[in-house]
């Protein structure tokens, strides 16, 4: 089984509906990552939480908000979707590893439409 | 100046040749660097991470980091075209917080394409 995974995978929704996306882990990881990747952009950080009372926004956290419910599960909702929030989510987890920084396991992703 | 660049692309070479691929950084500080490998639909996976100055072997992937110069690289030897994706450079920041435990973020260059014909 999948060490990070996200669900749903895929999801078409209409402009102004409140979507949520999901992510679980069981690699006992206590840092988790939202991104997003547009074509030509890389990925981009929307929020990260590095335990579950530690949440932070990233980059590009505008339209966004999220939910640690555990250490395992980590969740992205858009209130209210627009369709420039169309794009591909990746979940990430990390663990800490001290001052070298901090290998980054991705979930397989969710392609969200916003019509 | 984006935090994080690679190379425009997309990148083409022929089997069997080297692919380098390059990646410069602003942030002077930053302490670790990774290349992740991403095919078509699927997600990112760590192929290397280096961090110290010099060179780093693993197989087929050599990285490369000069921190004065503010430029990790990759080089993939003897292309396959199982070679052909984006690879995506990333970096840490130097930012810490007390005790020295890395924040954890990564910033990602934008990627490169890369594609390696028979």
């Known amino acids: 089984d999948a060490d990070v995974t996200q669900t749903p995978r895929n999801r078409i929704t209409k402009t102004g509906k409140r979507i949520m996306l999901e992510c679980s882990q069981t690699?006992?990881?206590?840092?988790m990552y939202w991104y997003r990747q547009d074509p030509g952009l890389g990925l981009r950080l929307i929020y990260y939480s590095f335990d579950v009372k530690d949440i932070n926004k990233g980059e590009i956290s505008d339209g966004y908000s999220v939910s640690r419910q555990a250490q395992a599960k980590f969740s992205l909702s858009l209130e209210s979707a627009i369709p420039n929030q169309t794009a591909l989510y990746f979940c990430?987890?990390?663990?800490?590893?001290?001052?070298?920084?901090?290998?980054?396991?991705f979930g397989p992703g969710t392609r969200l439409l916003v019509l | 100046q984006k935090e994080v660049e690679q190379n425009s692309g997309p990148l083409s070479v022929p089997e069997g040749a080297i692919a380098s691929l390059n990646c410069t950084y602003s942030?002077?500080?930053?302490?670790?660097f990774f290349w992740y490998r991403q095919y078509s639909g699927k997600s990112p996976e760590l192929i290397m991470s280096?961090?110290?100055?010099g060179d780093k072997e693993d197989g087929r992937f050599t990285a490369q980091l000069n921190k004065a110069s503010q430029y990790v690289s990759l080089l993939i030897r003897d292309s396959q075209p199982s070679d052909s994706a984006t690879y995506l450079c990333a970096v840490n920041p130097s930012s810490t917080r007390a005790g020295g435990t890395s924040y954890g973020k990564l910033t990602f260059g934008q990627g490169t394409i890369l594609t390696v014909h028979p």
């Open positions: 942030d002077r500080g930053s302490q670790s």
């Open positions: 280096i961090y110290s100055n």
């Open positions: 690699k006992g990881h206590d840092r």
């Open positions: 990430a987890t990390s663990d800490t590893q001290g001052a070298l920084g901090e290998t980054q396991y």
